[in-house]
């Protein structure tokens, strides 16, 4: 059973009936679901994953002291605390995790306020460049199952992507890095002889190209150990995880430079075509730098267009 259809159950057997019983002046103010860090609420844990802050649990948010008091949250915390230590033949943890209980009664504003900075998900520019994409997904990731005030769900709309000129200024930056490692330095180290130098200018070039396809997509990046795999399963462009993993699984002798060259072009070019689908760049060539300062120029906020074009990254 996965983490996410343990807690869905586990919430149901046993914290939907204790809120109701327990707490029905609370119904109208908190929202229950299973979100933030692990792999469970991406929904990709397996055996493997069981083997750590792996249990059946639920997060009870909270709004703030003025509409619920500690008095109210404290009895909550002991009621959610003596809910059954075993669901589906998988006990609770004894032991918070590692970085903390991630279930449990919560704060909307703290939940929030760790994870992006702010606790009701209103970000100024700066700040979505600040915040590192793996934590805004933890904003938004898993499932609310309930939500009677609606303050979680609306903060989570509001952090559901980028705004567009953070999208554009991040695509911007990635391209041009494409561009630097990908189509220009791979060849140049390797035509000075530089192997490894050229191999990092290709892991350069796959995090850049990575991170490109993500936000064509529309998609925050997860953590790197799930890049690939989130890769493999989005709409558009899922075929470059397997061209960018080559990349950086091979060597670079002389019987294969060539074909990394050639794949570095393909995923330049493929991703130069959505850049076209969605109307992003006016550069018609197949130079990525081009299109870098083509998609910038398109960024409406003055301040944040003639910022670095590399601010983003």
């Known amino acids: ?14 914290g939907e009936p204790m809120l109701r019983e327990k707490f029905p002046d609370l119904l109208p103010f908190v929202a229950v679901g299973f979100c933030g860090a692990g792999s469970e609420c991406l929904g990709y844990d397996d055996e493997v994953s069981r083997d750590h802050d792996f249990e059946p649990g639920f997060t ?41 209980a991630r279930h449990g009664v919560v704060r909307t504003a703290d939940f929030f306020r760790d994870r992006t900075g702010a606790e009701n998900g209103n ?75 050229a191999q990092l200018a290709a892991i350069e070039f796959a995090r850049a190209a990575s991170a490109a396809v993500f936000l064509l997509n529309r998609r925050y990046q997860p953590f790197y150990k799930w890049k690939f795999r989130t890769m493999r399963s989005l709409p558009l462009l899922p075929l470059t995880a397997e061209l960018l993993e080559y990349l950086i699984t091979t060597g670079n002798g002389a019987d294969i430079r060539e074909e990394k060259s050639g794949v570095i072009e393909t995923v330049a070019a493929d991703v130069i075509d959505a850049l076209t689908e969605q109307g992003l760049t006016g550069a018609v060539c197949l130079d990525l730098e081009k299109h870098a300062y083509s ?3 398109g960024i409406a906020d003055a301040g944040l267009r003639n910022a670095h074009v590399l601010a983003a990254v």
């Open 1 to 14: 059973m996965k983490g996410l259809e343990l807690s869905r159950g586990y919430y149901g057997e046993f």
């Open 123 to 197: 970000l100024s520019l700066h700040e979505w460049l600040s915040v590192p994409e793996p934590s805004l997904l933890e904003a938004v990731c898993g499932e609310i199952f309930f939500d009677g005030y609606g303050e979680v769900t609306a903060i989570r709309e509001q952090l559901a992507y980028f705004p567009e000129d953070i999208r554009r200024k991040k695509l911007a930056g990635n391209l041009l890095l494409m561009a630097q490692s990908g189509q220009y330095n791979y060849k140049r180290c390797l035509a000075h002889g530089e192997e490894g130098a």
């Open 295 to 297: 998609v910038n120029d």
């Open 60 to 100: 009870i948010f909270l709004p703030g002291e003025d509409v619920v008091d500690r008095r109210r949250a404290f009895e909550l915390e002991r009621a959610y605390a003596k809910l059954p230590s075993e669901f589906a033949g998988v006990p609770r943890l004894k032991l918070a995790p590692v970085g903390g």
